[in-house]
């Protein structure tokens, strides 16, 4: 994964552990927005063989974002669904770059 500068955000886990993620994106989908977080080792890097978090995500003008577990399974399946077509947009768009000789322009 690239290491560029990423937008982070602790998560207090309900074991009261807390982990550091980065926001990988906020898919829309059916009218709602959802995060999709993946936490970071030690050194802050991420490790891409960790399990992503998907949560949906709510902004508020003027409060802080909230998260909120998917507890519904139809509604997870739908939003991991979703994820899964974002990630190979991301890899589509990285290999046609790839092809291009564009990979390392930024």
Request: aromatic letters at 8%; proline letters at 3%.
């Amino acid at each position: 994964m690239n290491e560029q500068a990423m937008d982070t955000v602790t998560l207090l886990l309900d074991n009261d552990e807390s982990v550091e993620c980065a926001i990988l994106c906020i898919l829309p989908v059916q009218g709602k927005d959802y995060i999709a977080l993946l936490p970071l080792d030690d050194e802050g890097d991420t490790d891409e063989e960790s399990r992503v978090f998907l949560y949906r995500y709510l902004e508020t003008e003027g409060e802080e974002p909230q998260l909120e577990n998917i507890d519904d399974d139809e509604e997870f399946e739908i939003v991991a669904d979703a994820y899964d077509e974002w990630l190979d947009a991301q890899e589509y768009e990285a290999l046609d770059l790839d092809a291009l000789g564009l990979d390392s322009l930024e």
